[in-house]
């Protein structure tokens, strides 16, 4: 290995009246920052707020950060979209 970049994800989680909210933000080398959002409705019979809403306000504003990171490179190298996994070049295939 030649050399090693450090990004840094920050994860923020809203609590609301009736929905969670998640920021994810991507923060690169050069200090320039990318930013996905996620919600999700709480459930009406529910009394608050659980974990798991907050993990699945998480994922999707992972999900929404991982789209804008690949279409944000697209033109530089490569289409966005499913891409199959290739193996590293040391590795066998």
């Not at 030649?2 to 923020?12: E, G, K, L, Q």
């Not at 080398?29 to 659980?50: F, H, N, V, Y």
């Amino acid at each position: 290995m030649d050399t090693v970049d450090r990004w840094t994800a920050r994860i923020f989680i809203g609590q609301h009246d009736d929905f969670t909210s998640a920021e994810a933000r991507l923060t690169t080398r050069d200090t320039t920052w990318l930013r996905g959002t996620g919600i999700k409705s709480r459930d009406l019979d529910a009394p608050r707020t659980t974990e798991a809403d907050e993990e699945i306000a998480v994922g999707r504003a992972l999900i929404d950060l991982g789209r804008r990171l690949l279409n944000g490179a697209a033109p530089e190298s490569e289409p966005a979209g499913p891409q199959r996994p290739r193996p590293a070049a040391d590795c066998p295939a």
